[in-house]
T-cell receptor
Framework: GNSVTQMEGPVTLSEEAFLTINCTYT??????LFWYVQYPGEGLQLLLK?????DKGSNKGFEATYRKETTSFHLEKGSVQVSDSAVYFC????????????FGGGTRVLVKP | NAGVTQTPKFRVLKTGQSMTLLCAQD?????MYWYRQDPGMGLRLIHY?????TTAKGEVPDGYNVSRLKKQNFLLGLESAAPSQTSVYFC?????WGSGSGYEQYFGPGTRLTVT
C-alpha cells in the first residue's frame, strides 16, 4: 500500500534560518505529491504540489522537487519567518481511488524571533 | 464563496450517544472526504465519496457511517460514540481526476469532538 514518512518534530529555528523537512514515500503507480500546512486552530491548506517526476512545486518561498529515483519530496525554505510556525504535512494522492490522500505524520515547526 | 464549511465546531458527547457532523461545499466538487486527526498520526481517511449517492470506506471506517444525498453535502454519523473517537474531524472536497480544474483537496476548519 501507499505510505508517507516525514521527519518528526518539533523543529525549532530562529528567524531567517534555512528550513528543510524530509519526506519520502512508497506508492504503486505514479502518485502526485503535496505539502499541506496547518496553522494553529485551522484546517489544512495546500502549500504546493507536483504531479510528475522532476516537477518543482513552489509557493510563499517554499519549494519541493518530486524525485522519483529517491522517492522523496523534501520541503525547503531559505529564510523562515515567525509566521511560518505551523504543522507541515507531506501527502500523496492515489488517482486510481478517488484521489485519496495518504498523509505523513506531520512536522511541527516553531520559528523564534 | 465559503469553500468547505463544517458544523458544529465543537461537541462533547457521552459514551453511547449519537451525533451527525455536517460538511458542505459550494465549489461543485465531485469528491468529498472525512478524515480524523490524532496527535502524531497525521490525518486518516474515514470514508469518502466520488459522487452524489456513492460512498466508500477509507482507512478507519469502523464506528462511522456516511451519506451523500446531495452533491454539496457529506454527513458523518457516529451511532454510539466511544472515547476512542475523541479526535478532530476534517472534511475535504476535490474535483474529480482529469477534470482539468485541479484535483487538490480543500479542507474545512474542523470539528473538535470529545467523548467522555
Amino acid at each position: 500500500g501507499n505510505s508517507v514518512t516525514q521527519m518528526e518534530g518539533p523543529v525549532t529555528l530562529s528567524e531567517e534560518a534555512f528550513l528543510t523537512i524530509n519526506c519520502t514515500y512508497t506508492a504503486t503507480g505514479y502518485p502526485s505529491l503535496f505539502w499541506y500546512v496547518q496553522y494553529p486552530g485551522e484546517g489544512l491548506q495546500l502549500l504546493l504540489k507536483a504531479t510528475k517526476a522532476d516537477d518543482k512545486g513552489s509557493n510563499k518561498g517554499f519549494e519541493a522537487t518530486y524525485r522519483k529515483e529517491t522517492t522523496s519530496f523534501h520541503l525547503e525554505k531559505g529564510s523562515v519567518q515567525v509566521s511560518d510556525s505551523a504543522v507541515y504535512f507531506c501527502a500523496l494522492s492515489d488517482r486510481a481511488a478517488g484521489n485519496k490522500l495518504t498523509f505523513g505524520g506531520g512536522t511541527r515547526v516553531l520559528v523564534k524571533p | 464563496n465559503a469553500g468547505v464549511t463544517q458544523t458544529p465546531k465543537f461537541r462533547v458527547l457521552k459514551t453511547g450517544q449519537s451525533m451527525t457532523l455536517l460538511c458542505a461545499q459550494d465549489m461543485n466538487h465531485e469528491y468529498m472526504y472525512w478524515y480524523r486527526q490524532d496527535p502524531g498520526m497525521g490525518l486518516r481517511l474515514i470514508h469518502y465519496s466520488v459522487g452524489e449517492g456513492t460512498t466508500a470506506k477509507g482507512e478507519v471506517p469502523d464506528g462511522y457511517n456516511v451519506s451523500r444525498l446531495k452533491k454539496q453535502n457529506f454527513l458523518l454519523g457516529l451511532e454510539s460514540a466511544a472515547p476512542s473517537q475523541t479526535s478532530v474531524y476534517f472534511c475535504a472536497s476535490s474535483y474529480s481526476w482529469g477534470s482539468g480544474s485541479g484535483y487538490e483537496q480543500y479542507f474545512g476548519p474542523g470539528t473538535r469532538l470529545t467523548v467522555t
